[in-house]
């Protein structure tokens, strides 16, 4: 392994406060989550205990309302935690996206006495949620879901299968979008449902490619019943919950995967500069130095890129079409910058040795989660040219 220690990102946060968060989230990730990754990883562990610790320090609500439990921290503080946390482990990086995703309706289409019930919970008292969008037969087109929710006195029954679902099986709370109406986007509803309801079944985790610790399976609604009290937002409103929930899940995916690109380029850099071939550093080498400073630039504006984004949000300003080119540019650099890192370190960047190729298979699933990229070039062009005409 390289022995040159990678320089901190130099971060320009607004307040005291966020510089002291950013203190505490690089401790936590120096004492207990760098050193047990690689091996956590490798046998397929979910640090739970690790969540937990994230909770009590205040890290699974940041960007949330602190009347309920949450930071009140802005997205563009909010995002270079997650950046930090996926450098160090993408399973935590991204797990708190998704949980910031999964607690998204609530805070910000649910009733006051909803949010007074649940919210404290669900950001600083330990839980876990999940979101639960995607179908086995309905991914990009989400907006053809199937699970169906009915009406059934002061409940709702909930029947149907959710797919590639972030912390199936563990989750203490899940985020459920179901059809109560007509088909379409019209007829979709949200809804709270408790991770241990009678009735809710997980299958086996996804044999997945990278990010084994980060257990992904579907899940098995039948006949769940949830309270009405239960339901997020207005019946038939679902659909545009979940658009506003993934324009800003997108913007922590963009995070996470700046993150996974500095974490490969500073083991390039690292062992570049240890490792020595005819007689010298092969940083030394005009065709490698080249190929660093490629992949520091797309770091470097793919960061620029996704704060932005942030800032428009926290600003209250659109920015559906910045979090969609983040995802898109973030996504696409990690991918890039992963491939070469194995590059750079040749044989032994393809052993397990070494952290760069569990990087890069971990780059590819930031491609396709929460909207392809190929879905993220559709949302940018009817941005920019209108609807497609059919």
Known sequence: MPDRAPQQVERRLPTEESRQLLT???????????????????????????????????????????????????????????????????????????????????????????????????????????????????????????????????????????????????????????????????????????????????????????????????????????PDGRRIGEEGQGFAIALSALDSGRLGIAACAIGVAQAALDEAVGYATDRRQFGRPIADFQGLRFLLADMATQIEAGRALYLEAARLRDAGQPFSRQAAMAKLFCTDAAMRVTIDAVQVLGGYGYTRDFPVERLMREAKVLQIVEGTNQIQRMVIARHLAGPESH
Request: hydrophobic content about 40%; overall charge negative; aromatic content about 6%.
């Open 24 to 226: 505490l989230v690089r401790d936590i990730v120096a004492n207990e989550i760098a050193p047990r990754a690689a091996d956590e990883e490798e046998s397929g562990h979910f640090p739970r205990e690790l969540f937990s610790l994230l909770s009590e320090s205040g890290l699974l609500g940041l960007p949330y309302d602190s009347g309920f439990g949450g930071g009140d921290q802005p997205y563009e503080v909010y995002l270079q935690v997650l950046e930090e946390l996926a450098a160090a482990r993408l399973t935590v990086g991204l797990g708190v996206s998704v949980h910031s995703l999964a607690c998204h309706g609530l805070a910000g289409f649910g009733t006051e006495e909803q949010q007074k019930a649940h919210l404290p919970a669900m950001l600083s008292g330990g839980l876990l949620g999940a979101y639960c969008l995607s179908e086995p037969a309905s991914g990009s087109d989400a907006a053809s879901l199937h699970t169906r929710a009915v009406k059934d006195g002061d409940d709702w029954v909930l029947t149907g299968t959710k797919a590639w679902i972030t912390h199936g099986g563990i989750a203490d709370f899940c985020t459920v979008l179901a059809r109560t109406g007509v088909d379409g986007p019209r007829g979709i509803t949200a809804f709270l449902v408790p991770g241990d309801a009678e009735g809710l079944n997980a299958a086996a985790p996804e044999r997945k490619m990278g990010m084994k610790g980060s257990p992904t399976a579907q899940l098995h609604f039948d006949g769940v019943r949830v």
